[in-house]
């Protein structure tokens, strides 16, 4: 089951912290912490909503380490590119295809998959940069809360698609 109560008390005490304007160094690592926790939490929900919609209904341990390896495999959390992927390995084409149609028809598909990219985007220039001084920009910890918050109930929509 996806929960967003631990997720959503660390964005909210780092934007405490951000707020605190202690120094400009520690409102970078604020933001950056901020962001990392979220695409991380992201990446972990996919994979419990994977693995949670199909590990039970499957007999053999070979198929269960099959689909263990399948989310092992997964690095990402981009919507077309990771989530998907899994989804259909796990669930099938057909399925994954109208739980998606489903969800897609009020435009939220759209909505998660820009908002992933942003995420990514804004990840991986942090993720590969180091703080010097105060020429590194970063969002702030509101403006990934408000990203979170943005795709939090799409997430759980799938969840409870897929189930």
């Known amino acids: ?53 199909i590990i039970d209904k499957l007999k053999s341990e070979a198929y269960k380490n099959i689909l263990k390896a399948t989310i092992k495999k997964n690095y990402g959390f981009q919507y077309s590119n990771n989530f998907r992927p899994m989804l259909t390995k796990a669930i099938g084409l057909y399925k994954s295809e109208k739980i998606e149609r ?33 020429t590194t920009t970063v969002q702030s910890p509101s403006i990934t809360i408000s990203q979170f918050q943005r795709i939090y109930p799409i997430i759980k929509e799938f969840e409870r698609e897929v189930k």
């Open 1 to 53: 089951m996806i929960v967003k109560g631990y997720i959503e008390s660390t964005l909210q005490e780092l934007e405490m912290l951000y707020l605190q304007h202690q120094s400009v160094k520690k409102d970078i690592y604020y933001s950056k912490l901020a962001l990392l926790e979220l695409c991380g939490w992201i990446e972990e929900s996919f994979d419990a909503i994977v693995k949670t919609s």
């Open 102 to 134: 489903k969800i897609d028809s009020s435009g939220k598909v759209q909505v998660l998959s820009t908002t992933l990219g942003n995420l990514k985007q804004v990840r991986d220039d942090n993720a590969h940069t180091f703080i010097r001084g105060t």
